[in-house]
């Protein structure tokens, strides 16, 4: 080939390629052009718009196992505030809700199906609801444990203290099937899974005692309300209650060994401080209370004595700190 002839299709080449630069800055100038004058046409819009972001929580929710207790376990919940958190529970302790598939399988709710919040409002640490009329199907042998588990499970709620209940608008004074007359207003002293031992009306005495349950790898707790006439500090009680476990014939556990020694407490208005011996540590070299031991105690002691905090001391020292953050 000559040299004229490479002279020739150098120049068809570098002709071409600066063509192609002028036809790309020129779509360049009319692409600028057109976002500068019309920019909302062309504004950029996301692939995903609106993503809204929920915070999932675990509440106290009190549910009935198989050996026919009311057991306290935890549920997922999204509400934020006291009113909807507390139709959200509700909703979890009805049978056949849409809740359902957040309960573990061996627990069931204790309100009859289809029953619905007509009204509910708090005030001043009191909460009113008034369910629809179907709460009145319970069975004879639900019926006061429907009760106990709404109590327990709200009054879990922070701000919440007592409850009222209505059906249809009008206060509910009895069980619907036993009859048994409810208190004017309704609180955690109305007891859980209750066990009586009396001689008389007189002097009686309550004491709440936290045990374990278990199912498979599921650890949860059973309040057991002891009504009888024991004149023994209640902190003592439930101590002695809580060494003298597993009681094999109700199904109740209790991991507090027999070895523990309660060498003394102090009780404040919204504190319970108790000293131990080092057996109530689970590893002496770690200074760990187990989990389960620290639960059951706390629990009892909060629940009988209406406190918030409870302090465990050794030697002196303070070793853990139970209070409403641990609660839930």
Request: hydrophobic residues 40%; without cysteine.
């Amino acid at each position: 080939m000559s040299k004229l002839t490479y002279i020739f299709i150098g120049d068809i080449m570098l002709k071409k390629s600066a063509l192609r630069r002028i036809m790309v800055s020129t779509i360049a100038l009319i692409i600028v052009g057109v976002l500068y004058f019309f920019p909302n046409e062309y504004e950029y819009t996301p692939l995903v718009q609106n993503v809204e972001y929920v915070n999932v929580d675990e509440s106290p929710i009190y549910l009935v196992n198989p050996d026919m207790y009311v057991v306290r376990t935890n549920i997922a919940t999204k509400s934020e505030d006291e009113i909807s958190l507390a139709k959200e529970l509700i909703d979890a302790l009805t049978i056949g809700s849409v809740k359902k598939e957040y309960i573990n399988e061996h627990f069931r709710g204790v309100i009859p199906e289809n029953t619905k919040i007509l009204d509910i409002s708090l005030d001043n640490g009191l909460l009113k609801i008034d369910f629809s009329k179907e709460l009145l199907n319970t069975t004879k042998d639900m019926e006061e444990k429907m009760i106990e588990a709404i109590i327990y499970t709200l009054t879990e709620i922070e701000g919440v203290e007592q409850i009222m209940i209505f059906v249809e608008g009008s206060k509910l004074d009895t069980l619907p099937q036993s009859q048994i007359k409810l208190p004017n207003t309704l609180d955690r002293s109305y007891g859980i899974n209750k066990i009586y031992d009396i001689t008389s009306l007189k002097d009686l005495t309550k004491t709440t005692v936290y045990y374990i349950g278990g199912i498979d790898d599921l650890v949860y707790y059973v309040p057991v309300t002891k009504i009888d006439h024991n004149e023994q500090d209640k902190i003592e009680i439930i101590i002695d209650e809580l060494k003298s476990s597993p009681i094999y014939e109700t199904n109740l556990m209790s991991y507090l060994a027999s070895s523990v020694e309660l060498e003394s407490y102090e009780e404040l208005e919204n504190q319970v401080t108790l000293s131990f011996n080092h057996a109530i540590f689970d590893d002496f070299d770690e200074q760990n209370i187990l989990e389960e031991v620290k639960y059951s105690i706390s629990l009892s002691i909060q629940d009988t004595l209406h406190v918030d905090e409870v302090i465990f001391k050794v030697n002196d020292e303070v070793v853990e700190t139970f209070g409403e953050k641990e609660k839930s």
